[in-house]
């Protein structure tokens, strides 16, 4: 077995490497200074925008959509160790690269299901970075981990279709450059097949009748990076038929597509996450002093920091292992494997975090480091993109299904 990344990969590590030493990190507190003077907390702080022009500038825009005439032309295998550095960052690199979610997973669905017109209004915008969008599927009102269970309507008028429900956790939707929902409703609540009963539809934002209503919260935290995420209520709002996305059914079959490469670039950058914690850990140990030594020659801190290791190692090989099915046999082909990583790393960063707390004490919690910002973003990803039991459930009754 041949672990060593292709040449291009190397080359584009070295690059990100560089530019997240030399930009990212040194923009994190500007962010913040820039954020606290806005007239919304929703705007975006300049030194975000510095850092997308130079991003582009140096070729590293895109990296994650493998449709070479869209993004970068990488495999999973050759972005996995890209999105792992940014991940160091999450509430910068992506968004200064444009692989920052829900736009990631929203391009992938116009890339692949949209129509020419589809594309050239909303995908071009997104690809060049110049707006932002937003996927409604979650709804406060059913146990939204179930997508059948989903209630919001879109019936046909004529040439029309009008929408009608409430979606809650929003990804994106308070961000003002956000200009276009895809949103996940039923066109055939009774159909005899609950996995056709779904559509997806385009819906501009400024569409009368969407009402952005509030920005939800993570752990009291307002997520930024990724336009925060808002409660919209759709109160019979009236798109053309020609923002259907692929076809009227195929909505369930889209969101598991879009999910697919979602979960991997979730647990691509939570392994980043962890190996910033491990970092932090490290250089808080070497730095601190309790009951007459170092904390670095506590048995229980050299314990965590070695677990952590070991841990790390692991996810990263079973990702990495995701990322070459995805690319040799399909997602299909990797379900197996694309549901493992996505209950094991959450919970195994989220984990290494509140060591990496505790060895940090009162400033663990604290602003001045970004450690209870990570945490609350690794613990919700144990929800997102489906809670842990729902891929445990599915994951087990594939491996019953070899003895029944």
């Not at 009008?162 to 003002?176: C, D, E, H, L, Q």
């Not at 990495?320 to 996505?342: C, P, R």
Request: one cysteine or more.
């Amino acid at each position: 077995m041949d672990f060593a990344f292709d040449a291009r990969t190397e080359e584009l590590r070295a690059r990100l490497l560089a530019f997240m030493d030399e930009y990212v990190y040194p923009a994190e507190a500007v962010a913040e200074e820039q954020r606290a003077a806005l007239a919304s907390p929703w705007d975006t702080p300049a030194v975000v925008e510095e850092l997308k022009a130079e991003a582009r500038r140096q070729g590293l825009w895109n990296l994650f959509l493998p449709d070479a005439e869209y993004g970068a032309g990488l495999t999973n295998l050759q972005y996995a160790p890209l999105a792992e550095i940014t991940g160091r960052s999450p509430h910068l690199a992506p968004t200064a690269t444009n692989c920052a979610a829900p736009d990631t997973g929203n391009m992938e669905v116009l890339a692949q299901f949209g129509t020419e017109e589809q594309k050239k209004r909303w995908l071009q915008p997104l690809l060049a970075g110049e707006i932002r969008s937003a996927f409604a599927m979650t709804e406060p009102e059913v146990a939204s981990s179930d997508a059948t269970n989903i209630t919001t309507h879109i019936e046909r008028d004529g040439d029309e279709y009008v929408i009608t429900g409430r979606k809650w956790y929003i990804s994106g939707a308070m961000n003002p450059d956000c200009a276009i929902f895809i949103v996940m409703g039923k066109t055939d609540p009774d159909g005899a097949d609950i996995r056709r009963q779904q559509s997806m539809v385009l819906v501009p934002r400024d569409t009368p009748g969407v009402t952005v209503k509030r920005a939800m919260q993570v752990f009291g935290y307002e997520d930024h990076s990724h336009g925060g995420h808002a409660e919209v209520v759709f109160d019979r709002v009236r798109v053309p038929v020609a923002n259907l996305v692929g076809e009227e059914g195929g909505g369930f079959a889209i969101a598991q597509a879009r999910l697919g490469p979602g979960r991997i670039h979730h647990c691509m950058r939570l392994i980043g996450m962890a190996e910033r914690a491990i970092e932090l850990m490290c250089r808080r140990a070497v730095s601190r002093t309790a009951f007459g030594k170092a904390l670095a020659q506590q048995g229980v801190v050299q314990n965590w920091i070695a677990d952590a290791r070991v841990t790390v190692e692991q996810l990263r090989l079973l990702v990495l292992k995701t990322a070459w099915l995805m690319d040799t046999v399909g997602n299909k082909g990797a379900h197996t494997e694309i549901q493992a990583i996505k209950i094991a790393t959450p919970r195994a960063v989220v984990g290494i975090l509140d060591r990496a707390i505790q060895l940090h004490g009162a400033g663990g919690v604290s602003q001045d480091f970004p450690l209870a910002e990570l945490y609350a973003s690794a613990r919700t990803l144990m929800l997102a993109d489906g809670p842990d039991e729902v891929h445990q459930r599915s994951l087990a009754r594939r491996e019953l299904k070899k003895y029944l």
